[in-house]
């Protein structure tokens, strides 16, 4: 034992250690991935949880039930994770083996709603022989507890989830619910059974890809202590700009600024852009189009790149380059094509006409001094194809990140995972997750799911947002501003406009994720790589985490009971911040080394205890403590603009004692072996 450590112990004269339970010990933190072949739907939701273990580097193994002979050693695994409802398989005695890891300290995460008669009471129902109803056309969810940073409060509507399919179960008394449908009904709880965890979802919900996240967190709230490696970075992109911008005044700027578009652009919406960014140490990677015109055949030309002009030091300059060049010095420039025509056959006549506009592109680019070649695409629309995807390596050979989208039709270019492009390998796709100003709950889920699981959050924009109204488009399919929001709202004294809904967004950010680190889209791509290739692997003991990486990383660490990090015992690695959840600490550290060496301690006084009293089971819930941070963002409510400019949130110290917490034990992370 590390002498700091026998001091420290020495000094606070702290009692014998009370038996550790068995995970504490395991000696390498895995998960047992249960599904069942038998069961398509419940496939769905298992191959959704392997692509998020994948992501998050935790390690697992899979067990299928369609060929179940019985459990193996379960003391080597440090949860247990359930992704199938044919649970029927199972029997009693094999029932009792699960029960009995659990009640030694195990963790078991069910994140798709299945049953078993001598499992209910496990699961924290009331046990019951028959098979419960299935509750269909109820929706709607609402997060009550803080099962990770940022959840508390959320409230996803019927319009989100229209269907939860639930089962029509009671909850033994000493089930903690964490979440509830739109009518009230217990959707996520979480029930503790001897010294283990177990979190269930009553829900097929997490079958969702924008869930991935949510089935991270709840794998790591059922175990006791573990460690999640994160890649640690967010991008910011911002489509079409520089690009050809509007002379004419749109409402609802005509009437807020009496300015053109581009004078707009030019005089108020570019320097809060940069005000920002210096605020919350944000990077840009500007998208840039450099026309709107139709042409799929030559000649192609830059009359639109060229048809808004500026005042500047006494002469007429054209803004999109003069803002490029400015944009450059602190900023990434990429690119969104030479027209904003997607990159398919169904649009272009063929493959050779992309290359040639293409070119012609690179060519400007390099013409107008924009600086190196681009490493980062947006295909316009989120939409391209094989061929398209061809054309862009064959015309900018610098490119080698494409950033779509994570959802949508993968024939349409959309639906892409954190992987090399399918259709162009030469090309690494980084999907964009959440989009927009506004933080409404669904940006919100999505954001804090893409943060769950492996610690980074892609975003864009567009800076024509407020001018996108029904008035402006009416033949659009959708409207970027259906509500007619004006930029500040200054004018009005209302300030109910983007730039606030953003600020409140980035506010949102640094309250529950101070630790993530802007970057630009270009310098994300080895960075992830990094992460993804990691091998990770970890050990639990105790009053001791040893994490082994081939390449230092980011993480967190998650301790969900009395004990907390012994910060002047650590080894290889650097304190970044904590959080003080519910019921759990959430501690980021920065890896310096590939061996890192952890102590764990008990403090000799607990918050809300007499200073010197002595500590009671060591892996008991934690008590009566009060809620985290900054309370007014725990109400979802109270997410509106801000009545002061610029106001931002602030995270409180880390050197400040833990706040008290309410008992909700909510907890853990976990570490990656894939199979």
Do not use: C
């Not at 400019?645 to 008992?663: I, L, Q, Y």
């Amino acid at each position: 034992m590390p002498l700091l450590l026998v001091a420290y112990r020495v000094m606070t004269q702290e009692p014998a250690l009370p038996q550790a339970p068995a995970y504490a010990s395991a000696r390498q933190q895995r998960i047992l991935v249960v599904h069942n072949t038998a069961d398509s739907y419940g496939e769905q939701a298992y191959a959704n949880a392997l692509r998020a273990l994948d992501y998050a580097r935790l390690n697992y193994e899979s067990l299928d039930l369609a060929n179940f002979e019985g459990w193996p050693d379960l003391e080597q695994y440090s949860s247990l994770l359930f992704v199938t409802e044919m649970l029927d398989g199972i029997d009693e005695a094999q029932s009792q083996q699960i029960a009995d890891y659990v009640a030694g300290g195990g963790g078991l995460a069910v994140v798709y709603r299945g049953w078993n008669p001598y499992l209910a009471s496990l699961f924290g129902m009331k046990a019951g022989a028959e098979y419960p109803e299935l509750i269909e056309g109820e929706g709607g969810l609402n997060f009550q507890a803080d099962l990770f940073p940022g959840v508390k409060g959320l409230v996803l509507s019927e319009k989100t989830i229209p269907d939860l399919s639930a089962f029509d179960v009671s909850l033994q008394r000493e089930a903690q619910v964490l979440a509830s449908s739109g009518s009230g009904r217990p959707i996520v709880w979480l029930y503790r059974h001897g010294q283990g965890r177990v979190i269930y979802w009553n829900t097929v919900f997490l079958t969702e890809k924008e869930a991935r996240g949510f089935i991270v967190q709840s794998v790591l709230g059922a175990q006791g202590v573990g460690v999640l490696p994160i890649a640690n970075f967010a991008t910011f992109q911002i489509d079409d700009f520089p690009a050809s911008i509007s002379t004419k005044k749109l409402e609802p700027l005509a009437t807020e600024y009496d300015l053109t578009l581009v004078e707009f652009y030019h005089k108020v919406w570019f320097p809060d852009m940069m005000e920002i960014a210096h605020r919350y140490g944000l990077v840009y990677t500007f998208l840039i189009p450099f026309n709107y015109n139709d042409r799929v055949e030559p000649p192609f030309g830059f009359r639109e790149w060229e048809h808004a002009s500026v005042q500047e030091d006494n002469q007429p300059v054209f803004y999109s380059i003069y803002v490029s060049h400015l944009a450059a010095q602190q900023h990434e420039l990429g690119l969104h094509g030479y027209n904003h025509i997607s990159l398919t056959l169904e649009n272009w006549p063929s493959e050779e006409n992309m290359v040639l506009a293409l070119q012609e592109a690179s060519r400007r680019w390099d013409a107008d001094n924009l600086g190196p070649q681009p490493v980062t695409y947006v295909p316009p629309n989120n939409i391209f194809d094989e061929a398209g995807a061809r054309a862009l390596t064959r015309s900018f050979p610098s490119l080698r990140i494409l950033a779509s989208i994570y959802t949508g039709r993968f024939e349409k270019g959309g639906n892409r995972e954190f992987e090399p492009e399918p259709w162009n390998p030469k090309l690494f796709d980084i999907p964009r997750l959440t989009d927009g100003y506004h933080l409404d709950p669904y940006m919100r889920y999505v954001m804090i799911s893409e943060l769950g699981m492996m610690g980074i959050w892609t975003h864009f924009i567009h800076p024509d947002d407020v001018v996108h109204t029904p008035a402006n488009y009416p033949d659009a399919p959708y409207h970027r501003n259906p509500n007619y929001w004006p930029w500040r709202g200054d004018n009005t004294g209302e300030r109910n406009g983007f730039y606030y809904r953003l600020l409140h967004w980035l506010d949102f950010a640094k309250t529950f994720y101070p630790w993530l680190r802007y970057i630009r889209t270009a310098d994300s791509l080895d960075i992830l790589r990094s992460h993804l290739e990691n091998q990770v692997s970890v050990e639990l003991k105790p009053f001791e985490v040893i994490l082994h990486t081939t390449t230092p990383t980011y993480f967190q660490v998650r301790i969900n009971d009395r004990r907390r990090l012994f910060f002047n015992d650590m080894s290889g690695a650097q304190f970044v911040h904590a959080y003080y959840g519910e019921g759990y600490t959430l501690y980021t550290l920065r890896g310096l080394k590939k061996e890192v060496r952890l102590s764990l301690i008990i403090p000799a006084s607990e918050p809300g205890t007499t200073p010197g009293a002595q500590p009671g089971n060591l892996f008991a819930p934690v008590g009566d403590h009060e809620e985290l941070g900054p309370k007014d963002l725990q109400d979802e409510t109270l997410w509106q603009p801000a009545s002061v400019p610029g106001s931002a949130s602030e995270t409180p110290p880390a050197s400040a004692p833990p706040p008290r917490m309410d008992a909700l034990p909510v907890s853990t992370p976990t570490l990656r072996r894939r199979p």
